[in-house]
């Protein structure tokens, strides 16, 4: 058992197990006692008898088994157990980066909250920054616990010593015969970082540091380079923009800083009395991106078009700029949007934005250019303070691969996984093998470690020192949160070392920041170094004062022309094209061992654990696929067989797979019990100019005959024209605040309602602020301890999540009106979409509490439709009586029953120290839902009254967060106290575009929607109307029930 | 009760057995019991047997039983335990009636049975007593206490002219 | 000078002269030696009792998962058989009571057997509102006990339980009342026995019997007894299935959210129950050549009550979608549409079929007469009330309010096999019950006999002396 012994306080580590210790030994001195004491009278005697007795007891106390969570001996400073410490700290996986507040209990980090302070995402994190914290305790195999040497075709663990001893030894004798060392590492964003891969170039001249990205954006620093003569890429200001059209770029899901570029835009979409504007966007796109899904208007594009696209659009706003104008190929899009938009854009120039998700040099110029000609720059796009989030090295891999061959040494840092990610896997992996020297830092035996000489492996980031500086100007700093809990060491720590550096992570980060901030410390009347360290630790960032200088509009170095020859001469069209894309949960497949982010489903298509073939209907109808149907897409040598998933929205001609699956080594969750995630689309990616291409023309799909269900957690795609989402355009609202949201039901209350005197919670979601990327799940999923219960009980619909977004597709509209039911249960090909967060709406009148035999669920004075979870005895009635169905039920024992989905770690006895002391852990046969996150109510409500020293202290508005609120990157849900006519959920609740889901039958639910409010152009509004009436018709014919 | 000597006579025909005992009462002759596999209706007034009042106290069970089961309720939401079910008063008295009813029948049905074997003298594996091992089957048996016959003769023929097919003495502890 | 007895009485006994001869045919299975037939049928349906418990033991150790069941659809076979049953059990309290305050003799032949099935089928029922929790441990807490818990009691809201009350009562009193009737013919076996001098039996049958001896006193109390029993149990008969049918009647799910539901179960479950009733008469009346007891009058006037219960469902089906239409709400329009043409449109049909179309054949006294023809019928009846509470329970659920939360429910084989097991429960007991107790109630037919002739034993009879 001293073996996979974890220890959770330094003192257990070094606790001696049972008996072994001399201290449990001692003895008490009974014999002597008894020989002094023999001559004794009745006194004696009775003395005797109570010393014997309590030398009994006391004997018996010694032999008491010794338990290993020993209680502190001396008391931590700052750490009261039972009270959360939070740390500011920052979390970047080669994609995006999110400064974030760690939340930590007895010392264990238990949750990744938003930093509010922080400029970049005020509060919001998204999906993967919350499930990252699971890794932390992964203890599947493939997570290295201390370095390793690889010994024939396996690997040996070996002593940190005995590695420092040998590889520097090994790399000096390489630097000194002249043989290239190659550094491999993902884009740096880390200033200190910087210094120690600078340290070890100059230790080693002969180092060259490769930087390489699954995901490359290089394109758009090029275009900048080409027409405006500054290598950088922008920073994009959604939220200065009124106007945005965005080609095939899900700036909202996966695009560089989704995140961010989020709570950006959804602020020019909220509408209130005051603000009644929305800023209007325009997709063109091939495969339904979650920026479709949110687009006024998307219009199915092919990849193959897009350059046309940009051309016309270019020149229709060239036409407007009086601009030198290009011919390009005729393009047919739907609707003729590329002339709307200019209109749009023109009209709005200087609040305006084009962007373009495309990795190619020559369209991203033909963007620059447009921006260009639309005042962007200084506007809507900042090149003073651009952004840092990819960044280049000596070398590219494609460049550095063909040096391999006479290399002396190859360091991979764990970031990147090239064996994997790379196009062209097997060159990179056969020219590694040519290299005598192969180390690897990744924590993980992923497919790149697989094949290094050694591995040494890194911390996690939740142990590990570090900074980061995604935006110029904006200094971000990591601190670790937990002791290591593997004999694990910081990439930087090891690179230093070995550059004969002898020197710890911190002491390393903390010089380099005197150093950076000694200029700023410098000036008079400015914070000393270390208060500015204090500081910026404590609020997770420093952000240096702007110079006031604003930037003038950059001059165009050169002319778009040749771009536009090459990207028209480019295009070739052809029968099918693959697009392939990120999806929000996994992005480029680093993080893709936790179970969280599986779990989580995705936005659009709400299927998990698997990656795709995403088809459009007609096509897929045409070739007779159905969701789940086999097919096989290949491009040049490499196919692979997937499911298909017959996707509304998907442009005709083009199918979609994701990346980041399909990969065979590197834990539990990515073999998933031996067969593995999905397939891998990376060799799919074609280079173009250098750079690698996300989409590609010429691909062949055929039917193999084969079935695979897909694991849904939503199965049908409409709303059947029910009064559930209410949806107006912006020119309705502002005729009218309540629009699409006239009808107010008439509610007849047979009984008095019971008086809620104290507080009364209650919840806004506002419709138009949701963009559906699911952040809130995986937040409600680590607050509320909730389980992941694998593919197969996801298929038989038993997903636990108390929180689900729910996606419609509009439907036929003449289907609607007909009230054809078969037909309604079709989403359109292009469909809107539209999400509605639906939890527990903690009715007043609920009838889940009626019918409990029990009374396991009951009404709380302040509103709260409570659960007690050990009183359920499991009859399912509530569940069946929920009419939002958002009761889950513990078919099994889900904590511990492994035969459901194989091992993951997250059911494991380290996986489970992620658990909030705070909520229950449900048995098998119990009904769990949303609970408002009470623990977090009670705990608001204890600290206003400790604070305040009162007993009749109450929190003050906004001072209670739930975990999905806490999350959401837009601000779109608010919790609150209805009973405080100040707070902002009850003004949100009496404004025009609240209303109650269901509000019919009449269960006074205590969450509110805000109707959404799209913004489209005139003629859109009029053919949309409708779809509104036929909706309404029949959600007004349903009130009299 | 102490042996005594009866007089039994044995019919094979209810209808015999009546038309016997109503010369018996005619004749001031008083019947101890009749003993048959099934009843013969109309036979009470003969034996003058009153009506039992099982009725009456299975109506009382049930008053019982509705009575407990709505204190209980009233007693548990309206002044243990109020709590808040789906909105719905603290007391709903609507909502009490099908257990109040159930309850009821519950009491009333089980009290009943309960009276009747007590007051019939009736549990498990009490030993039968019998004046003809064929009174369960197909003899019907007519028992007359010897000592209150004054005119044996008189009796016996009535018995066997009805139709008795059998006329003996026995000494028996009755029922 | 006796009572009028009414000739019509004679129809309901054939060839039947002396009240000896009943007492034979009925007490012949329980004397005689088992057959090998019997110990076979009692075996299998052992056998298939035994794998029901089997499963649904390792339903309680591993969880309902292993059930078909998802968040949508909380239940499907376990509910669906619960009232199943239930519904079965209610033509044995309808016979034995209704009937008799009707006073219809024609019941006295049939009461005790279906009495019988009666409880055997609430047997099955309970068990499945326990099973079903998935935790049989905790069955326990329906109880309004007084506890230590900070005095935590039930909630008297709940149908569910109701439903604990209305079956417990419902099943304890139909005991008592079967048991009752039985305990005269307990004596008429227990002095059989003695006669045969087979001392176990007559010991054992005496036990039962409480020492019964047919004194006219005990007679004239006991028949008041049954009679305020019947009473009682009318009511507690109807209002057992009015309460499971709250379940549903009581809730907010299109579908469930019924007035009309109360009425509509209960004709459901006397039509259901007729159905086994005839099932399992033309069965035993073949097994065991009571065809003179139970003769084809009786089963006449069972396909006759088969036909208007069957009727009445029918009616029912049709008032619900009218009133679906009528209120105008969406969901119950979307939700009886989605019945008949949704994904489940098949187990509507085949309730339609069985049980409004098929019982409609009893209208030709042909196929009312012919055993077989009625004996197919009455399985198709089973059926069809199987599926009738498969598709408002299933179909109702399946698709309610938000289409996102919509799915589809496939039975696991575990459940399956636990819905098969309660079938061998179910014959098990019946078997048993027809071999070791009087499958019919002697003493009752016995005072349908009228004009008997005199049994040979008694004419040679010796006069006692002078």
């Given at each position: 058992?001293?073996?996979n012994r974890y220890?959770?306080?330094?003192?257990q580590?070094?606790?001696?197990?049972?008996?072994?210790?001399?201290?449990?030994?001692?003895d008490i001195?009974?014999?002597?006692?008894?020989?002094?004491?023999?001559?004794?009278?009745?006194?004696?005697f009775?003395?005797m008898m109570?010393?014997?007795?309590?030398?009994?007891?006391?004997?018996?106390?010694?032999k008491a088994?010794?338990?290993?969570?020993?209680?502190?001996?001396?008391?931590p400073?700052?750490?009261?157990?039972?009270?959360?410490?939070f740390?500011a700290?920052?979390?970047?996986d080669?994609?995006?980066?999110?400064?974030i507040l760690v939340?930590?209990?007895?010392?264990?980090?238990?949750?990744?909250?938003?930093?509010?302070l922080?400029?970049?995402?005020k509060?919001?994190?998204?999906?993967r920054?919350?499930?990252s914290?699971?890794?932390l305790?992964?203890?599947?195999?493939a997570?290295?616990r201390?370095?390793?040497?690889?010994?024939?075709d396996q690997?040996?663990?070996?002593?940190?010593?005995k590695?420092?001893?040998?590889?520097?030894?090994?790399?000096?004798?390489?630097?000194n015969?002249?043989?290239?060392?190659?550094?491999?590492?993902?884009?740096?964003i880390?200033p200190m970082r910087?210094?120690?891969?600078a340290?070890?170039?100059?230790?080693?001249?002969t180092?060259?540091h490769?930087v390489?990205?699954?995901?490359n954006?290089?394109?758009?620093?090029?275009?900048?380079?080409?027409?405006?003569?500054?290598r950088?890429?922008?920073?994009?200001r959604?939220d200065?923009?009124?106007?945005?059209?965005?080609?095939n770029?899900?700036f909202?899901?996966t695009?560089?800083?989704?995140?961010?570029?989020?709570r950006?835009?959804?602020s020019?979409?909220?509408v209130?009395d005051?603000n009644?504007?929305v800023?209007?966007?325009?997709?063109f796109?091939?495969?339904?991106?979650?920026?479709?899904?949110n687009?006024d208007?998307?219009?199915?594009?092919?990849?193959?078009?897009?350059?046309a696209?940009l051309?016309a659009?270019?020149?229709?706003i060239?036409?407007?700029?009086?601009?030198?104008?290009?011919?390009a190929?005729k393009?047919?899009?739907?609707?003729?949007?590329i002339?709307?938009?200019?209109?749009d854009?023109?009209?709005?120039?200087g609040?305006a934005?084009?962007?373009?998700?495309?990795?190619?040099a020559?369209?991203?110029?033909?963007v620059v250019a447009?921006?260009?000609m639309l005042?962007?720059y200084?506007?809507?796009?900042d090149?003073?303070?651009?952004?840092?989030?990819?960044?280049?090295g000596?070398?590219t891999?494609?460049?550095?691969?063909?040096?391999?061959?006479?290399?002396?040494?190859?360091?991979?840092h764990?970031?990147?996984?090239?064996a994997?990610?790379h196009?062209?896997?097997?060159?990179?992996?056969?020219?590694?093998?040519?290299?005598?020297?192969r180390?690897?830092?990744?924590?993980?035996l992923d497919?790149?470690?697989?094949?290094?000489t050694h591995?040494?492996?890194?911390?996690?980031?939740l142990?590990?020192?570090?900074?980061?500086q995604?935006?110029?100007?904006q200094?971000?700093l990591q601190q670790?949160t937990?002791?290591?809990?593997?004999?694990t060491?910081?990439?930087?720590?090891?690179?230093?070392?070995?550059?004969?550096v002898?020197?710890?992570?911190f002491?390393f980060?903390?010089?380099q920041?005197?150093?950076?901030?000694?200029?700023?410390?410098?000036k008079?009347?400015a914070?000393?170094?270390?208060q500015?360290w204090m500081q910026?630790?404590?609020?997770?960032?420093y952000v240096?004062?702007?110079?006031?200088k604003?930037?003038?509009?950059p001059?165009?170095?050169a002319?778009?022309?040749p771009?536009?020859?090459?990207?028209?001469q480019?295009?070739?069209?052809?029968?099918l094209?693959v697009?392939?894309?990120?999806?929000?949960?996994?992005?480029?497949?680093?993080?893709?061992?936790?179970?969280?982010?599986?779990?989580?489903?995705?936005?659009?298509?709400?299927?998990?654990?698997?990656n795709?073939v995403?088809?459009?209907p007609?096509?897929a109808?045409?070739?007779?696929i159905?969701t789940?149907t086999h097919?096989?897409v290949?491009?040049?040598?490499?196919?692979?067989e997937?499911?298909a998933?017959v996707?509304?929205g998907?442009a005709?001609?083009?199918?979609?797979?994701?990346?980041g699956?399909?990969?065979?080594k590197?834990?539990?969750?990515?073999e998933?019990?031996?067969?593995?995630?999905?397939?891998?689309?990376y060799p799919?990616?074609t280079?173009?100019?250098?750079l690698?291409?996300?989409s590609a023309?010429g691909?062949?799909?055929?039917l193999?005959?084969?079935?695979t269900?897909?694991?849904?957690?939503?199965?049908?795609?409409?709303s059947?024209?029910?009064?559930?989402?209410?949806?107006?355009?912006l020119?309705?609202?502002?005729?009218?605040?309540?629009?699409a949201?006239?009808?107010?039901v008439h509610?007849?209350?047979?009984?008095p309602?019971?008086?809620?005197?104290?507080?009364w919670?209650?919840?806004?979601?506002?419709?138009?602020a949701?963009?559906?990327?699911g952040?809130?799940?995986?937040?409600?999923?680590?607050?509320?301890?909730?389980?992941?219960?694998?593919?197969?009980?996801v298929?038989?619909?038993?997903e636990?999540?108390?929180?689900?977004?729910?996606?419609?597709?509009?439907?036929n509209p003449?289907?609607?009106?007909k009230?054809?039911l078969k037909?309604?249960?079709?989403p359109?090909?292009?469909?809107?979409?539209?999400?509605?967060?639906?939890?527990?709406?903690?009715?007043?009148n609920a009838?889940c509490?009626?019918?409990?035999?029990?009374?396991?669920?009951?009404?709380?004075s302040?509103g709260?439709?409570?659960?007690?979870?050990?009183?359920?005895?499991?009859?399912?009635y509530?569940?069946?009586n929920?009419?939002?169905?958002?009761?889950?039920f513990n078919?099994f024992n889900?904590?511990?029953?492994?035969?459901l989905?194989?091992?993951l770690?997250?059911?494991s006895?380290m996986?489970?120290l992620?658990l909030?002391?705070?909520?229950?852990?449900?048995?098998r046969g119990v009904?769990?839902?949303?609970s408002?996150c009470v623990q977090?109510?009670?705990?608001?409500?204890?600290?206003?009254?400790?604070n305040?020293?009162?007993t009749?202290?109450?929190?003050?508005?906004?001072?209670?967060?739930?975990?999905c609120?806490?999350s959401c990157?837009?601000?779109?849900i608010?919790?609150?106290?209805?009973?405080?006519?100040?707070s902002?959920?009850?003004?949100?609740?009496?404004?025009?575009?609240?209303?109650?889901?269901?509000?019919?039958?009449?269960v006074l639910?205590?969450?509110?929607?805000?109707?959404?409010?799209?913004n489209?152009?005139e003629?859109e509004?009029?053919s949309r109307a409708?779809?509104?009436?036929?909706a309404?018709t029949?959600?007004a014919?349903?009130?009299h029930? | 009760m102490?042996?005594?000597n009866f007089?039994?006579?044995?019919f094979?025909?209810?209808?015999h057995?009546?038309?016997?005992?109503?010369?018996?009462?005619?004749?001031?002759?008083?019947?101890y019991?009749?003993?048959?596999?099934?009843p013969i209706?109309g036979i009470?007034p003969?034996?003058?047997?009153?009506?039992?009042?099982?009725?009456?106290?299975?109506?009382?069970?049930?008053c019982?039983?509705?009575?407990?089961a709505v204190?209980m309720?009233s007693?548990i939401?309206?002044?243990?335990?109020?709590?808040n079910?789906?909105?719905?008063?603290y007391v709903?008295?609507?909502?009490?009636?099908?257990?109040?009813?159930?309850?009821?029948?519950l009491?009333a049905?089980?009290?009943?049975v309960?009276?009747?074997f007590?007051v019939?003298n009736?549990?498990?594996?009490?030993?039968a007593r019998?004046?003809?091992d064929?009174q369960?089957d197909d003899v019907?048996?007519v028992?007359?206490?010897r000592q209150?016959?004054?005119?044996?003769?008189a009796?016996?023929?009535t018995?066997t002219?009805a139709g008795a097919?059998?006329?003996?003495?026995q000494?028996?502890?009755?029922r | 000078?006796?009572h009028?007895?009414?000739?019509i009485?004679?129809?309901?006994?054939?060839?039947?002269?002396?009240?000896?001869?009943i007492?034979?045919?009925?007490?012949r299975?329980?004397?005689?030696k088992p057959?090998?037939?019997?110990?076979?049928?009692?075996l299998?349906?052992?056998?298939?009792?035994?794998?029901?418990?089997?499963?649904i033991g390792?339903?309680?150790?591993?969880?309902?998962?292993?059930?078909?069941?998802?968040?949508?659809?909380?239940?499907?076979?376990?509910?669906?058989n619960?009232?199943?049953?239930?519904?079965?059990g209610h033509?044995?309290?309808l016979i034995?009571?209704?009937?008799?305050?009707f006073?219809?003799p024609?019941?006295?032949?049939?009461?005790?057997?279906?009495?019988?099935?009666?409880?055997?089928?609430?047997?099955?029922?309970a068990?499945?509102?326990?099973?079903?929790?998935?935790?049989?441990?905790?069955g326990?807490?329906?109880?309004?006990l007084p506890?230590?818990?900070?005095?935590?009691?039930?909630?008297?809201n709940?149908?569910l339980?109701w439903?604990?009350?209305?079956?417990s009562?419902?099943?304890?009193?139909?005991?008592?009342?079967?048991?009752l009737?039985?305990?005269?013919?307990f004596?008429t076996?227990?002095d059989?026995?003695?006669?045969?001098?087979?001392k176990?039996e007559?010991?054992?049958?005496?036990?039962a019997?409480?020492?019964?001896?047919?004194?006219?006193r005990?007679?004239?109390r006991?028949?008041?007894?049954?009679?305020i029993?019947?009473?009682?149990?009318t009511?507690?008969?109807?209002?057992v299935?009015s309460?499971?049918?709250?379940?549903?009647?009581t809730?907010?799910?299109?579908?469930?959210?019924?007035?009309?539901?109360?009425?509509y179960f209960?004709?459901?479950?006397i039509?259901?129950?007729?159905?086994?009733?005839?099932t399992?008469?033309?069965v035993?009346?073949?097994v065991?050549?009571?065809?003179?007891?139970?003769?084809?009058?009786?089963?006449?006037?069972?396909?006759k009550?088969?036909i208007?219960?069957g009727?009445?469902v029918?009616?029912?089906?049709?008032?619900?979608?009218f009133i679906?239409?009528?209120?105008?709400?969406?969901?119950?329009?979307?939700?009886?549409?989605n019945?008949?043409f949704?994904?489940y449109?098949?187990?509507?049909?085949?309730?339609?079929t069985?049980n409004?179309?098929?019982?409609?054949?009893?209208?030709?006294?042909k196929?009312?007469t012919n055993m077989?023809?009625?004996?197919?019928?009455?399985i198709f009846?089973?059926?069809?009330?199987?599926f009738?509470?498969?598709?408002?329970i299933?179909?109702?659920?399946?698709?309610?309010?938000?289409?996102?939360?919509?799915?589809m429910?496939t039975?696991?084989?575990?459940?399956a096999?636990?819905?098969?097991?309660?079938?061998g429960?179910?014959m098990?007991?019946?078997?048993?019950?027809?071999?070791?107790l009087?499958v019919?109630n002697?003493?009752?037919?016995?005072?349908l006999?009228?004009?008997?002739?005199q049994?040979?034993?008694t004419k040679t009879?010796v006069?006692?002396?002078?």
């Amino acid at each position: 058992m001293r073996e996979n012994r974890y220890w959770q306080t330094p003192e257990q580590l070094h606790a001696a197990p049972a008996g072994t210790d001399p201290k449990q030994e001692r003895d008490i001195p009974v014999d002597e006692l008894l020989e002094n004491a023999l001559p004794s009278g009745r006194r004696d005697f009775l003395k005797m008898m109570g010393f014997g007795l309590s030398a009994a007891v006391l004997a018996a106390c010694q032999k008491a088994p010794v338990k290993y969570a020993l209680p502190y001996v001396k008391n931590p400073t700052d750490l009261v157990p039972g009270i959360p410490n939070f740390y500011a700290t920052g979390f970047y996986d080669g994609q995006e980066f999110s400064s974030i507040l760690v939340k930590t209990r007895e010392g264990r980090p238990i949750k990744v909250e938003g930093n509010k302070l922080s400029p970049l995402h005020k509060g919001g994190v998204g999906a993967r920054a919350h499930a990252s914290i699971l890794s932390l305790y992964d203890n599947s195999d493939a997570r290295l616990r201390q370095p390793a040497e690889a010994n024939g075709d396996q690997f040996v663990p070996v002593a940190w010593d005995k590695l420092d001893g040998t590889v520097p030894g090994k790399l000096a004798e390489a630097a000194n015969a002249g043989k290239p060392i190659y550094l491999i590492t993902g884009s740096v964003i880390s200033p200190m970082r910087m210094a120690a891969i600078a340290a070890f170039k100059a230790k080693y001249p002969t180092a060259q540091h490769v930087v390489y990205d699954a995901i490359n954006y290089d394109a758009i620093a090029q275009a900048h380079e080409t027409l405006l003569g500054k290598r950088a890429m922008p920073a994009y200001r959604f939220d200065k923009a009124q106007v945005v059209a965005s080609f095939n770029c899900d700036f909202l899901g996966t695009w560089l800083s989704p995140t961010e570029f989020t709570r950006q835009w959804t602020s020019t979409r909220k509408v209130t009395d005051t603000n009644p504007t929305v800023s209007r966007l325009y997709q063109f796109e091939a495969q339904m991106s979650l920026t479709g899904a949110n687009a006024d208007h998307r219009i199915p594009m092919k990849p193959s078009q897009e350059a046309a696209a940009l051309v016309a659009l270019y020149n229709s706003i060239a036409a407007r700029a009086r601009q030198d104008i290009y011919n390009a190929p005729k393009v047919e899009l739907a609707g003729n949007f590329i002339e709307k938009a200019s209109l749009d854009l023109w009209e709005a120039r200087g609040k305006a934005l084009v962007v373009s998700g495309t990795n190619d040099a020559n369209i991203q110029q033909i963007v620059v250019a447009i921006n260009w000609m639309l005042e962007a720059y200084g506007a809507t796009l900042d090149l003073e303070r651009p952004c840092l989030l990819r960044s280049r090295g000596d070398s590219t891999l494609e460049a550095a691969l063909a040096g391999f061959a006479g290399a002396g040494a190859v360091l991979i840092h764990g970031g990147t996984n090239p064996a994997y990610s790379h196009p062209t896997a097997e060159a990179f992996t056969s020219a590694l093998a040519k290299v005598p020297l192969r180390i690897s830092f990744s924590s993980y035996l992923d497919d790149t470690a697989a094949l290094c000489t050694h591995v040494a492996p890194d911390h996690h980031y939740l142990e590990s020192w570090g900074d980061a500086q995604p935006y110029a100007g904006q200094y971000f700093l990591q601190q670790p949160t937990i002791q290591p809990l593997f004999k694990t060491r910081q990439f930087e720590e090891t690179l230093l070392l070995w550059a004969g550096v002898k020197t710890t992570a911190f002491d390393f980060l903390r010089a380099q920041f005197a150093q950076a901030h000694k200029a700023l410390a410098d000036k008079k009347d400015a914070p000393s170094v270390d208060q500015l360290w204090m500081q910026s630790l404590h609020d997770g960032f420093y952000v240096h004062p702007s110079d006031g200088k604003s930037a003038d509009a950059p001059k165009l170095a050169a002319s778009v022309a040749p771009a536009v020859a090459a990207a028209t001469q480019a295009i070739k069209p052809a029968e099918l094209e693959v697009v392939l894309y990120q999806k929000v949960a996994i992005g480029d497949g680093t993080l893709t061992n936790n179970p969280w982010l599986h779990e989580l489903p995705d936005p659009i298509s709400k299927a998990v654990w698997d990656n795709y073939v995403a088809v459009n209907p007609v096509d897929a109808q045409a070739k007779g696929i159905k969701t789940g149907t086999h097919v096989k897409v290949t491009l040049g040598s490499y196919s692979v067989e997937l499911p298909a998933y017959v996707q509304p929205g998907q442009a005709r001609g083009t199918v979609a797979i994701a990346l980041g699956y399909g990969r065979t080594k590197g834990g539990k969750v990515v073999e998933y019990s031996g067969k593995g995630l999905g397939k891998n689309a990376y060799p799919f990616v074609t280079f173009a100019g250098g750079l690698p291409r996300y989409s590609a023309t010429g691909a062949t799909l055929e039917l193999t005959g084969g079935f695979t269900e897909l694991a849904l957690s939503q199965r049908h795609p409409t709303s059947m024209g029910r009064d559930i989402i209410r949806e107006t355009t912006l020119s309705e609202y502002r005729k009218n605040p309540k629009a699409a949201n006239e009808h107010q039901v008439h509610i007849v209350q047979v009984f008095p309602q019971h008086p809620k005197n104290g507080h009364w919670w209650a919840m806004a979601i506002d419709l138009n602020a949701c963009t559906g990327c699911g952040a809130c799940v995986v937040s409600c999923v680590a607050e509320n301890n909730i389980a992941v219960v694998g593919r197969n009980e996801v298929k038989r619909s038993r997903e636990m999540h108390w929180l689900r977004i729910d996606r419609y597709y509009s439907t036929n509209p003449e289907a609607l009106e007909k009230q054809d039911l078969k037909a309604m249960e079709l989403p359109e090909e292009y469909p809107q979409v539209i999400f509605q967060p639906m939890l527990c709406q903690q009715c007043d009148n609920a009838p889940c509490e009626t019918v409990c035999p029990v009374l396991a669920t009951t009404h709380s004075s302040e509103g709260l439709n409570q659960m007690t979870y050990n009183r359920c005895i499991g009859t399912r009635y509530c569940a069946n009586n929920c009419p939002y169905k958002v009761r889950r039920f513990n078919w099994f024992n889900y904590w511990n029953d492994k035969t459901l989905y194989g091992d993951l770690y997250s059911h494991s006895e380290m996986g489970r120290l992620v658990l909030n002391p705070d909520v229950t852990v449900r048995f098998r046969g119990v009904m769990e839902k949303c609970s408002f996150c009470v623990q977090r109510l009670q705990d608001a409500k204890l600290r206003a009254k400790v604070n305040a020293n009162s007993t009749f202290a109450k929190p003050e508005d906004g001072e209670v967060k739930t975990a999905c609120q806490q999350s959401c990157p837009t601000g779109a849900i608010v919790f609150g106290d209805f009973n405080d006519p100040e707070s902002e959920v009850s003004k949100l609740i009496r404004h025009e575009r609240s209303y109650k889901a269901l509000e019919d039958i009449k269960v006074l639910p205590n969450v509110q929607y805000m109707t959404l409010v799209r913004n489209r152009t005139e003629a859109e509004a009029a053919s949309r109307a409708r779809t509104q009436k036929g909706a309404e018709t029949h959600a007004a014919a349903d009130h009299h029930g | 009760m102490k042996a005594r000597n009866f007089v039994v006579g044995k019919f094979w025909n209810p209808d015999h057995v009546l038309e016997a005992l109503d010369k018996l009462q005619h004749d001031r002759v008083l019947v101890y019991d009749v003993f048959s596999p099934f009843p013969i209706h109309g036979i009470e007034p003969y034996l003058n047997i009153k009506r039992t009042r099982l009725t009456v106290a299975s109506f009382i069970y049930g008053c019982i039983g509705v009575t407990l089961a709505v204190t209980m309720m009233s007693l548990i939401y309206g002044v243990v335990w109020p709590v808040n079910i789906g909105g719905k008063p603290y007391v709903p008295w609507v909502d009490f009636t099908p257990v109040a009813f159930e309850t009821t029948v519950l009491f009333a049905a089980h009290g009943m049975v309960i009276t009747f074997f007590i007051v019939g003298n009736f549990w498990p594996g009490k030993k039968a007593r019998l004046f003809d091992d064929r009174q369960t089957d197909d003899v019907i048996v007519v028992a007359i206490d010897r000592q209150k016959i004054e005119n044996m003769d008189a009796v016996r023929k009535t018995l066997t002219d009805a139709g008795a097919f059998e006329v003996t003495e026995q000494i028996s502890e009755g029922r | 000078m006796s009572h009028i007895v009414s000739p019509i009485r004679q129809k309901w006994l054939q060839n039947t002269t002396t009240y000896g001869k009943i007492t034979e045919d009925v007490c012949r299975p329980i004397e005689s030696k088992p057959s090998m037939q019997w110990i076979f049928w009692t075996l299998v349906s052992g056998l298939v009792m035994l794998t029901g418990f089997a499963l649904i033991g390792w339903t309680m150790w591993k969880g309902i998962g292993t059930w078909g069941l998802n968040w949508t659809v909380g239940w499907g076979f376990d509910i669906t058989n619960f009232v199943f049953w239930v519904g079965i059990g209610h033509a044995g309290t309808l016979i034995s009571a209704v009937l008799m305050l009707f006073r219809q003799p024609w019941r006295n032949a049939i009461n005790r057997a279906s009495e019988a099935m009666t409880i055997f089928a609430v047997i099955c029922a309970a068990m499945f509102p326990i099973l079903h929790m998935g935790r049989l441990w905790l069955g326990l807490w329906f109880l309004p006990l007084p506890n230590t818990r900070g005095s935590l009691w039930v909630n008297f809201n709940s149908p569910l339980l109701w439903d604990v009350f209305a079956i417990s009562t419902y099943f304890s009193v139909s005991l008592v009342f079967w048991y009752l009737g039985m305990i005269p013919d307990f004596a008429t076996i227990r002095d059989r026995m003695a006669r045969a001098g087979r001392k176990l039996e007559a010991w054992i049958y005496g036990i039962a019997s409480f020492g019964w001896n047919g004194s006219s006193r005990n007679w004239s109390r006991y028949e008041i007894v049954s009679l305020i029993l019947s009473g009682l149990a009318t009511p507690l008969v109807l209002s057992v299935h009015s309460i499971v049918s709250m379940d549903f009647a009581t809730s907010v799910i299109p579908g469930w959210h019924t007035t009309i539901f109360p009425p509509y179960f209960v004709a459901g479950a006397i039509f259901s129950g007729f159905g086994m009733v005839q099932t399992l008469m033309i069965v035993t009346r073949k097994v065991y050549g009571l065809e003179n007891y139970i003769t084809m009058d009786h089963m006449e006037s069972i396909a006759k009550i088969v036909i208007a219960t069957g009727s009445l469902v029918g009616l029912a089906y049709t008032t619900e979608f009218f009133i679906a239409w009528y209120s105008g709400s969406l969901w119950e329009r979307y939700i009886f549409i989605n019945r008949m043409f949704g994904p489940y449109w098949w187990a509507y049909w085949a309730m339609f079929t069985c049980n409004v179309v098929t019982p409609q054949l009893f209208w030709f006294r042909k196929i009312r007469t012919n055993m077989l023809i009625t004996f197919i019928i009455s399985i198709f009846v089973n059926i069809g009330m199987w599926f009738e509470r498969f598709v408002i329970i299933v179909s109702s659920l399946h698709r309610d309010f938000l289409p996102s939360s919509w799915a589809m429910y496939t039975p696991s084989w575990v459940e399956a096999g636990i819905f098969i097991g309660t079938f061998g429960l179910f014959m098990f007991c019946f078997f048993l019950f027809s071999k070791y107790l009087p499958v019919i109630n002697m003493f009752e037919v016995k005072t349908l006999l009228y004009h008997p002739q005199q049994p040979e034993h008694t004419k040679t009879a010796v006069k006692s002396a002078n």
